[in-house]
């Protein structure tokens, strides 16, 4: 028998990491029996509440959230139950899931962040209800500080991405043929470290690419930046006719100097399109290096200065890519999910 499943976040089918998991999970929730309808305020979704959205106009009625998921099995919750983004949606959703089968997939808990520090109402809790987490350090949280034994699942990939176009994808961004170009994934806010990834790309005297937005007020700050590195910068986002393959086939390194993520998925990517990655030292990174990764260091350019010259090592990327394969599959994901979901008897 089929059943119904809603995704719900702040906004979903964007470039960030959490609605790319967000796919994922949709795409492993359809594969397991379910069918599946996403809820947000803001993105190309099935239901759009605009009082979900990161910066709303208002807060969402209880009548409108509770319309969205009407006749809905079960609820994944993708951070809205997390982070106090939008603390007003937060205290809807979660009084209309009370007593209501639901997931909820926590990627950053508010202590994990400085500004969000005081807040002390997320994550709630309810017996209905499952949490999973996307590292073992937020595991270990949740306990010491809440007493929830939360799940730990991974974020997952498709290992066996198709590879992108790196002549076309280079000539729409006007990058010559023998330009060295430095791809660093993200959006601009500041604990992606854009000083930082900057640095790498005037120390190799390679061209900057920052595809995603300004956000979170960073706007002016990334301006200033720009204006003041000798480095020569491209600000094209990856959409439209480029693709996240072609990002990655066009760029020679990844760089990612992030001072906190709540996983981090460029340099799994760069594993699976096999580019070699420059990953800061942030503490989940320590996780994902404890499983063997070959990175390069961000605060040290000599590394990256001879890679660029000479190529990666291709048993590294060979290395890497395996990892990647073993570690974060779409269908380790689809096992993951099979279990939590059997474990609570909500399997079709």
């Known amino acids: ?38 809820v947000a305020g803001d993105g190309p979704v099935d239901r759009l509440l605009p009082g979900l959205a990161i910066d709303p106009t208002e807060d969402p009625t209880l009548d409108q959230v509770k319309g969205a998921l009407d006749a809905i099995d079960l609820v994944v919750v993708e951070n809205l139950l997390t982070i106090p983004m939008n603390l007003g949606a937060s205290r809807v959703v979660a009084e209309v899931l009370h007593g209501r089968p639901a997931i909820l997939h926590h990627h950053d808990p508010p202590w994990q962040r400085a500004r969000f520090s005081n807040v002390t109402e997320l994550p709630p809790d309810d017996p209905q209800w499952r949490h999973v987490v996307i590292n073992e350090l937020t595991r270990r949280q949740m306990r010491e500080r809440l007493g929830i034994e939360a799940e730990l699942i991974a974020n997952a990939f498709d290992v066996d991405a198709t590879r992108g176009d790196r002549s076309s994808t280079r000539g729409q961004l006007g990058v010559a043929a023998d330009e060295r170009l430095l791809l660093h994934p993200a959006r601009a806010i500041e604990r992606k470290n854009v000083p930082a990834a900057l640095a790498l790309a005037e120390a190799t005297g390679a061209t900057y690419w920052l595809p995603g937005p300004a956000e979170e007020g960073y706007a002016a700050t990334l301006d200033r930046l720009l204006e003041q590195t000798p480095a020569r910068t491209i600000r094209e986002p990856i959409s439209g006719t480029i693709t996240v393959a072609d990002a990655y086939a066009a760029s020679d390194a990844v760089v990612f100097p992030s001072t906190w993520e709540g996983f981090g998925n460029p340099p799994i990517e760069a594993a699976i399109y096999e580019r070699p990655a420059a990953v800061g030292g942030y503490p989940v990174a320590d996780e994902l290096r404890a499983l063997g990764f070959r990175w390069l260091p961000t605060d040290d350019p000599e590394p990256l200065i001879a890679v660029l010259a000479h190529g990666a090592d291709p048993g590294d990327l060979a290395h890497n890519h395996d990892l990647a394969r073993k570690h974060f599959s779409t269908e380790r994901l689809r096992r993951d999910l099979r279990a939590l979901l059997a474990g609570a008897g909500w399997l079709p």
Request: hydrophobic share 55%; aromatic share 8%.
């Open 1 to 38: 028998m089929t059943a119904s499943a809603a995704i719900l976040s702040f906004r979903l089918g964007r470039a960030d990491g959490v609605s790319v998991v967000a796919e994922r999970w949709r795409q492993a929730l359809v594969d397991l029996g379910f069918d599946v309808v996403t």
